[in-house]
């Protein structure tokens, strides 16, 4: 375990949604800032689905994060007014535990045997650490790609919580497009001969299985647009054999794919990848067609997709804004030009820096 | 062989524009009514990646065809009127020569030896076979698809040929997105353990790869939208096991990919899936920035997409609209509303028959 991680101790039989219970679990987090002593300062930001808690680097541990362009003192999530905290997700490898850890009882690792995960699951546990931090409630909660799925489910089951919700790349439940991208992920790594059911190890790695789903994953993040413009017809190379790398673009999948064999581990990918499928607010409704928001004490919420997202297509944000707005919830909606696709969160910092700045700047 | 299918025996030494020419190779091929006397009323259909021959019913084979509500006598390509001619591509392996057929050296399949096969192959073979029928030129060439790029290979390479063009789903070459999809399925087939660099057979058929890669197909043939309201969120079954299927979208996917598994040869689909990626229209530039469709012969065009199409995308056929009416040829651009995506003409009747039907009705 990284010596720059905080650690916290979910209470024992924490209890997942769909079933099953967890002792000894922890969960890894950082942060940046300082608790002011009404403690009203705090935004907790859930992460997407393969990140980690170093959304940003500080005093401990200078790597630069995932987010590291927004979260610091004066950036737009300003270190020198919030306390930002961000964890790595339950069921994660990242530090925090998931199917990979050791089971107490067994000493050996869960493999299948760690609970159905659901979003619900790393928003119940993500509520306990901030209230084991004394956190009574978020300033704001922020929530990118699965992140903001799950802060839909964090407020769905804790409607008191959270003052101001910033919802990026995300929506109310999985479009069958996207389900279906990862779908053929998930059997691309269960269907690796060396995941052998779960018991592989670092010598015997899924690490085919692990790359193409990458690679399947990359005709998502981007945008066909984009892809236009960073992959000129003439950059065509001779390959190595026939059917080699020869194309632009595959060099680009290839080199990307391997970096992140061995950044995941396969069953968690498993567990997170499905518990996004799983995820549908709407079961939140009363009634069949009530509104789900109905009753949840949000302040305001800025919500926020890119023209260019193939897998949370901006339909999804528009939907989002219109069930906040019925549900009497001050939301504004932003559906920006970056054509940067599903990842622009990741990529187009003057944009996003700007929206979510002012944005927080405003709920002060 | 089908006793349904004609069969063109392809002139000996045929030569293939990569290098490597062919001896004995024949195309298969149907046809729907009747050549006129002055041998003007001929149109060709070029085909997509999987499709063969038959394009539609007829005396001698009552099966439907996969265009079956465009082709027939009163229908959008009027057999009363034209005489309609459908081959399999050269490299197919629907009764046309392609890597699965016997090398006549060896007496054993070709496999990888069989010539690098281009569109520009499959265009030539197609204007041989025309001209053994007598046909000096084209009233009508239509392309859906790959058949749109083999088109194009056609006029460049036979600018006299083809006085009208009907341009289908396709365009000028492949954007990186559908270049990337196409390898990520080639990738896939390759590396099935039984296709064993080729040397497979009916007994040991590289069946997850020809699945799966159908699965990443078919991402990309429908669209986003039209699974939106075809997979409703209630429709979840139960999974036989953790991870099998359980969403809708994966019941489809299977069903699908089930299907096409024998449907089609791997080294074929190898062979046509890279020409794809191969063809570049800008080629036939004369110097960088000249419009490569200068000198070709059309007296008209009709460029028709369809706006959901993700493999396609509208923007080509918008560029390849703009580049007919620089060259001085009378085009018409048609984007519809279809939601089947890329497989649009496939399947929106009402749209297509009239788009098609009207155009060459005022082509008399």
Redesign the interface.
């Known amino acids: 375990m990284a010596n720059y991680l905080k650690l916290f101790a979910i209470p024992d039989s924490f209890q997942f949604r769909r079933g099953g219970q967890l002792e000894k679990g922890i969960l890894a987090y950082e942060t940046w800032g300082q608790l002011n002593e009404e403690r009203s300062n705090a935004v907790f930001i859930l992460t997407g689905l393969s990140a980690d808690s170093h959304a940003a680097s500080h005093a401990e541990h200078d790597t630069d994060g995932w987010w590291e362009f927004m979260i610091g003192p004066g950036k737009a999530i300003d270190t020198n007014q919030w306390f930002v905290i961000c964890a790595s997700s339950l069921g994660s490898c990242k530090g925090s535990t998931g199917p990979c850890s050791p089971n107490p009882k067994t000493n050996a690792p869960y493999r ?1 045997d760690f609970p159905d995960l659901t979003l619900e699951d790393i928003a119940n546990s993500s509520v306990a650490l901030c209230q084991s931090l004394g956190i009574t409630q978020l300033h704001a909660l922020i929530g990118p790609s699965m992140g903001g799925m799950s802060a839909l489910a964090l407020l769905f089951n804790h409607k008191q919580y959270v003052r101001h919700l910033v919802h990026i790349a995300s929506g109310m ?1 999985s ?3 996207s ?3 990862r ?2 992920q ?3 790594i ?2 690796d001969e060396n995941f052998n059911k779960g018991y592989y190890d670092a010598a015997n790695w899924p690490e ?1 299985g692990m790359k ?1 789903a990458r ?2 994953g ?2 998502s993040y981007r ?2 647009k984009e ?2 413009e ?2 000129p ?1 003439s950059l065509k190379q001779i390959p190595e054999q ?2 080699g790398i020869e ?4 060099s680009y ?1 290839e080199h990307h794919a391997n970096r992140f064999i061995h950044q995941f581990d396969p069953i968690s990918y ?1 567990y997170l990848s ?1 518990a996004m ?1 799983w995820f ?1 607010g ?1 079961k939140y409704a009363s009634h069949k067609g009530a509104n789900p928001l109905t009753g949840v004490a949000l302040d305001s919420a800025l919500v926020i997709g890119a023209k260019t997202d ?1 897998l949370f ?1 901006t339909e999804l944000q528009q939907q989002l804004h219109q069930l906040l707005d019925t549900a009497g919830i001050k939301s504004e909606l932003c559906l920006t030009d970056s054509i940067q696709g599903h990842d622009a969160f990741l990529v187009d910092q003057p944009v996003f820096t700007q929206l979510v700045g002012n944005y927080l700047n405003q709920t002060v």
Do not use: G, H, Q, Y
């Open positions: 299948f439940a479009p069958p497009f389900t279906a991208i779908s053929l998930r059997e691309v269960r269907k085919e193409f690679k399947i990359m005709l945008s066909a892809w236009n960073r992959f017809r026939p059917f194309f632009p673009v595959e999948l498993l499905r499928d549908d709407f193939l297509p």
